[in-house]
C-alpha cells in the first residue's frame, strides 16, 4: 500500500512501525480536528497504554503550544479525533506515542509529513523518546512498504546495529532523544495545499480555556 | 422486503451488507435529527468496532461540513440517533463504516438515497475505504433481495471476480478508494420530499461551537 | 386484574403482551412527566435491548413532533420517566417498543389511550413496525385479561391465523406497518379528564434547546 | 428500640417491613434535605430494585406535585438523601416503594409520621401499590416491635387472613390500593416542631428548572 | 505513635478505632478544605459501605449547618477531601462512621479535637449512632495507644462491661446516642491556632447554591 | 541513565525510588501544566491506591496553596497532567507519594528540583510522611543511578542503618516528619531558566473557582 504513505498531502496522517505476533507491520495514525470544545476521541480498538500515549501527546503540545507554533486556542475550540486503521484489530503498547504525536503537531499546525518516513518510539511528559521492542521486525515492515527513513530512539541504535548492513543500505536512521527532534525530522516547513482555516470566537476576557467545562475524553 | 430498501423518500435510511455465522444478509442503518445539543445515540446492540464506525463516520462528516454541503450548525443544534434494526440481534464489525457515513450524510443533507443500492466497507478518518471479509455470501443476499447496485472497495475487486459471472450479470458494481466516491455513487442530488426544516438560534458571537458542553456519545 | 388496563383516564398507561418462559402475560407501561431539564429515567429492571427500545421511540416522538401534535419545548422543560411493573421482575426484548412509543406520545400529547387495547411490536428509528415471536401465547394472555383489540405488525398476521379461530372470535386485531398506524388505533382524540399543564419558560433567543446540557438517559 | 419508630418529630423517618432469610424485621427509612441543585443520594448497600422504588417514588412526587401541597421548587434547590440502616446489610427489592415514597413525601411537607405505623408494599409509577410478600413474617416482626398499624396492598389482606386472629388483635392494618391511600394513612396534618425553613433563589424567568444541569442519581 | 493523635492543633484530624482480623487498631481520618465547588474526594482505599457513611456524615452536616455553627456556602465553594492512612491498606464498614462525621465538623467549624480521645460507631441520617462489633479489641488498641476517652454507641456499654474492670481503670467512657452527644464530647470550643480565613464569593441572588451544577463524590 | 535525574531545568520531573519484584529501581515523576480548567490527568499504568496518592497530593497543595507560594489562580485555570514511565508498566503502592507531591509542587512554582536527590515515602492529607518498604533495595538503585542524597521518612532511618555503612559512606540521608520537611530539602530557591508564565483572566467577583464545574479527574 504505498500510496498510502506517500501522500502526504493531508495533515495528520503519519506511518508509524508495530511489532505484532506476526511480526513487524506498518501502522497509520490518523487525526481529524472539527470545530466543537476540546473533546479527544479516540478509536480503532486502542488498549489503555495506547490511550495513554495519546493522552500524555496531547498534554506535551499543550504545555510547549507557544514554542511549536500552535495557536493555544485551537485547544479549545475544536475537536481531535485520533483514528488508528484497520478498525476492528485491537492494538496497544507505548510505541507509537512518537506517531501521535508528530500526527497531533501536522493536524494543529497544518504542516505537511515528510514522505516515506516511518517512526516508532515511546514518549514521556517532558518530550523525552524511549527505546521500544521489536526493532528488526520493524525495520523489514518499513523496508517492504518502501520507507525511505526512520526515526527512533537513540537508545536503539543498538537494535539497528543488529540489522545485516547490506539489508538496510537504502534506509537512513534518524537517532533521537527528544520530541522535538522527532518533529524536526518528520514534519516540513510547509503547509498542506488545503489548510483549515481555524475559526476562533472573539475571547471573552473573563474565562481562560473556552467556553463551558473541560472536555473529557471519549474512548470506546 | 423489498419494500424497505425500496423507499428512498425518507433521508438516512441506506442498505448496508452484513457477513453473518448464518451466511450474508442485508442491513438497514437508520438515522433521525432532532432539536438538541449534538448528542450521538447508538443504538441496536451495536459492539465497540461498529461505534467506533459510527464515531468516525461523524468526526469525518464534521472535518468535511463544509466541502459536503453541510451547515456546520447542525452538529450543535441537533442530536443525532443511528439505530441498526432488528434491535435485539447484536452487530459488530467494521464493515458497515461507509452505510453508516452515508446515512449520516443524507440526514444530514436531507438529499435521498440512490434506490436498489447496497454497500459495504471499512472507513477510516482521512477517508479512505479499505476492504471487508465475506463479499460473495453479501452479494448472494444483495442478489436475493433485490439489490442492483453494490458499492465496496475496489480491493475487494478480486473477491468479486471469484462469484460466478452468470450469477452477478445483473448488478453493477462501484469499487472506490474514499469516502467521497461512496457519496457520489449512493447520495442523489435532490432532497426528500419532505424535508427537516433546520432551525438555529442567533448564534453567540463569542461561542464556537453551539452552547454548554460538547454532549457525550450516549451507546447503552 | 381488569381494573389496571380500563382505567384510561391517565395519560402515559399502555398494556402491552409479553412472552416469557413460563407463557404470555400482560405487561403495562407507565410513564409520567415532572418539569426538569428533559431526562430520561427508565426503571423496571430493563435489560439493554428494552432499553434501546426507549431511546429510539423517544427519538421517533422528537424527530416527528410537530406532525404528531407534541409542543417540541416538553422535550428540554420536562424530564420523562418510564417504568415497568412489577419492578423486581426482569424484562428485556424489543416487543415492547410499540407499548413504550404510545404510552410516551400518551403523556406528552395528554390523549387518552383507548380502553381493552393491548398491542406488541419492535419499532425501528423510521417507524416501521416489526414482527415479534410469541404470538399464540401473547393472544391467550390477552384474552384472560379480558383485552378486546389487539395491535400487532401485519406480519405477525401468520401467526394470528394460527389460532383457533372460535379462540378469538371476540376479539379485533389491528395489523400495522408502522408507528402511525399504531398511534392512530390506540390513542383517542380526547385529553384525559385533568391534563398536565405544560409551563415552559419564554425561550432564549440565542438557545436552540432548553437550558444546560442535553441530559444524559438515566439506567440504574 | 421501641424508641426509634415511635419519634415522629423528625421529618422523613419511616418505618417499614422487610423480609429476610431470618425471617421478618423491621427497618428504616431516612430521608435528608439540604440545600442544593435537586441531587438524589442513595446509601445504605441497597440493590438495583431497591434503588428503582426511591427513583419511582421520587418521580411520583414530582408528578404530583402541587396536588401533594409539595412546592415544585424544593426539587431543583435541594437535594434529597435516602439512607436505609444498616449501612453495612446489603438490602433490595420492591416492597420497601411506599415506605420511602412516605418518607419523601413527609421529608418535602415537613409534615409528621404518624406514630407506631408500619407499612410494606410496591409501588408504579401511576401511583398504584402492588402486593409484596413475606406478610406474616413481617407482622410477627412488627408485633414485636410494638407497631399498631400496618399500612399494606388490599391484594395482601388475604395474607393477613391467614395470620392467626388471636395473634393480630391489638393491630389494625389499612388496605390500600394507591400511594395516596398510603399518605392519607401515614402522614400527618401537623408539621414537626422544627420544620425546615425552605430558601429559594427568585427564579430566573427564562429557566424552567433551577441552575445547571438536572443532577445525576449518586449511587455508590 | 503518641504524637499523631495528641497533636490537635490541625482541624480534622480524628482518632478512630478499627477492628481487623488481626486485632483492633487505632486509625485516624484526616479531612482537607480548598476552594472549589463542593466536591467530595474520598481516598484511603475505602470499601463502598464504608464511602456511604462519608456520604451520610457530609449530608447530616449539611441538613443541620445551622444549628452545629457551619456556614453554609462552605459546602459550596470549598471541596472536601477525605484521606484514611495508610493508603495502600483497604478498609470498609460503618463503625467509622462517627469518627469521619466528627472530622468533617472539626474542619468546617475549624474547632479543635480534644486530645486522646478515640470513637467508634455506625451514624445514621437523622443523627442516630448505632453500635459495632469488635469493641474489646478496640479498646486494647486504644488503651495500647494511650488513648484516655472512648466515644461509643450506648448499646455498646455491655461490651465494655465486659472487659476486665482492672484493665480499663485509667480510662473513660462517653456512652452516646445520637451524632450531638459525640460532637459534643470530641470537638472543643476553641479553634485551632491558624484557622482557614474561608473565602466567600459575593452571593448572586438568583441562584441557591453556588455556581455550576453540585459536583459529584470522586471515589477512586 | 544518569543524564535523565540530573537535568533539573525543567520543572516537574523528580526522581523516586520504587520497589518491584525484581528488585529496587530509580523512577521519575513528570509533571505538565497547560491552560485549562483544573483537570488532573494521571497517566503511565498507574495502580488505585498510586492514583490516590496523586490526588491526596493536589488536595494537600491546594490547602496549603499560599504558605507555600502558590499562586491558588493555577488549580481553576490550568490543566495538570502527571505521568510515569515506563508508560507500559503498571505501577502502584503509596510509596511515590512524596514524589509526586514534591513534582507537583516544582511546578505549580516553577522551582529547580535539586540535581542528585531522590526519595520515597507516602504522605498523609495532613502531611505527615509514612515510612514504606524495600528500603535497602531502594538504596541499591539510587545508588547505581549515582543519587547522592535520599528523602525518607524518619521511620525509615532504621531499615538505613541496616545497610553496610561502607556501602553508602558517599550518600547522605533526609529524615524527615512532614511533606515540608521534603520540599525544604528538594527544591531549591529559584526559578528553572523558561518558567511558565501563567496567564489568569480577570476574577469574576461572584465565582469563587474558577468557570464551570470542578473538573473531575481523568484517569484511563
Ligand atoms: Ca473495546
Ligand atoms: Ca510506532
Ligand atoms: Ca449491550
Ligand atoms: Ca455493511
Ligand atoms: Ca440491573
Ligand atoms: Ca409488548
Ligand atoms: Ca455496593
Ligand atoms: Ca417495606
Ligand atoms: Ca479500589
Ligand atoms: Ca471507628
Ligand atoms: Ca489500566
Ligand atoms: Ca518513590
Redesign the interface.
Known sequence: DKD?YQDND?A??VTGLAWTSVGGEIL?I??????????L?L???LG??M???A??AL??L??H?ERLGID?RV???Y?L???V????VPKD??SA?ITMLTSMASIFTQRRVKSFVAMTG?I???G?V?PVGGIKEKILAARRAGVKEIILCVKNKKDVNEVQADYIKDMSFHYVDTVDEVLAAALLPEIVSRPIKF??????????????????????
Chains 1, 2, 3, 4, 5, 6 share one sequence.
Open positions: 498510502l493531508i495528520g496522517v497509520f490518523e487525526t481529524s480536528l472539527s470545530r466543537g470544545k476540546g473533546v476521541t478509536s480503532g480498538q489503555d497504554v490511550k495513554e500515549s493522552v500524555t498534554s506535551y499543550k504545555a503550544a493555544y485547544f479549545n475550540h475537536d479525533h485520533v483514528h486503521p484497520a478498525g476492528a503498547g507505548p506515542g515511546e514521556t511528559l517532558r523525552k524511549l475559526v476562533f470566537p472573539e475571547e471573552n476576557k473573563e474565562r481562560s480555556g473556552g467556553d463551558g467545562i473541560q472536555a473529557p475524553v471519549v474512548v470506546l
